[in-house]
Each structure stands twice: as C-alpha cells, then as structure tokens.
C-alpha cells in the first residue's frame, strides 16, 4: 500500500515550524528523502512482479526522477525491459493548460504492439496528461496502458481517477515541488517532496495554531 500523507498547511504554527523561505516562495516539507527513497522501493519490489516484457514509458521532465530512482535500485536495467521517452506540455507556470504532446514516444510502434505499456511520471493530479498518453500509446498498437507514478493526489475538489501504481498518497491541494516536480523549472532537485506558496506578509503575521 503506498504510503498516506496529508498535506502540512501553511497557515498553521506546526506548518510554519516546518516550511522555509526561497525568494518570494513560501516550502513545507511534506515528506523526507528518506521516507520518498523507502517507499520508491516499496513500489520496484511491487513491479518487480509484472512480466519483464511490459513496456515502459517515462514522461519527461518530471517522471525522469522516478525512473532514474527505480535505476538506482535495479528495477529497470533488466535485459528484456524496454524503455522510452514521452514530453508532454500540460501547463503555464502553475496554470494547467490542455495536455499538448511535444516529443515521443521515441520507440517503433512494432515495439508497443500487444505490449502491456506503463506511463512512468511524478505525479497523478487531474488525470489530463496520461489520459492523452494513454490514447497516444494504444493508437500504436499496445494492449494495455498502466500508470506508474511517485505521488498521486487525492482530493475532493474534482472528480477522481486513479493511477496502477503509487509510492505516495497525497491528501492536499498545494502545489508540489521536488522529486522531480518543478515550478517554472524550479525546485526540481530538491531531494524532499514540499507544498509551494507565493509569499504574502499575511501568510507571515496571521499564523493559526
């Protein structure tokens, strides 16, 4: 089961304990390196029972931290694993916009055919990216298309779909950076998964317990 984390508000003493100044951004740390790295895997050891001739498709730039993590540990240097690349534009700053395929998939379509193929990215939000991915995959020929992603949000704000697979479940609203995630290319290397405000000096003055 993937690890449940509910989100650290910033307007609260305890979130504010927790969070740090970067410029004109507020950050809450909402989940350590070394809890991401525990549950990442958590998650090779599930996928380690698929069948070795699935496919694998990493969304580019955010699911490359995934993918290189499940590197690290050996998951995806299998002989028989195949893997590709898929860049996909699906928002402007912290807009989403209608997802826009840009690159990819860089593999043969002969590859994808009757193949279970997996999307690999950070995160499952509104669903909107890999639905296009999804219908760009089976239009190639592949029998079946899952999800692999590191967080999947969890929200009542909209309707909610589901990814196969996640390390992290996120019961929050706030934007997130780290672990690959980025605002505007920032903050993508930071090694901890943290919600991202813009600071006002009301967030600073009026803080709740």
């Not at 692999?148 to 969890?154: A, G, M, S, Y």
Request: charge should be negative; include cysteine; proline fraction near 5%.
């Amino acid at each position: 089961m993937p690890l449940v984390i509910n989100e650290l508000p910033f307007n609260t003493k305890r979130g504010m304990d927790h969070s740090r100044t970067c410029g004109k951004y507020s950050l809450i740390k909402q989940a350590s390196s070394t809890t991401i790295t525990g549950e990442i895997h958590k998650l090779a050891d599930s996928l380690a029972s698929c069948p070795p001739n699935d496919i694998y498709i990493v969304v580019l730039k955010g699911g490359f931290y995934l993918a290189s993590r499940l590197m690290e540990i050996g998951f995806l240097e299998g002989i028989n694993r195949k893997i590709g690349f898929v860049k996909v534009e699906s928002y402007k700053g912290m807009s989403p916009i209608e997802p826009k395929l840009l690159y990819g998939p860089d593999l043969p379509d002969s590859y994808l055919d009757e193949k279970v193929v997996w999307l690999v990215d950070d995160i499952y939000d509104s669903g909107a990216t890999l639905s296009l991915l999804k219908e760009v995959v089976l239009s190639a020929g592949a029998k079946e298309v899952k999800t692999v992603v590191l967080v999947e949000r969890i929200t009542s704000k909209k309707p909610q779909q589901h990814s196969t697979m996640a390390a992290l479940l996120y019961h929050g609203d706030g934007w997130l950076v780290g672990c690959g995630m980025g605002m505007e290319e920032q903050f993508r290397l930071l090694p901890e998964l943290c919600s991202l405000a813009i600071r006002e000096d009301k967030e600073i003055d009026n803080v709740s317990d």
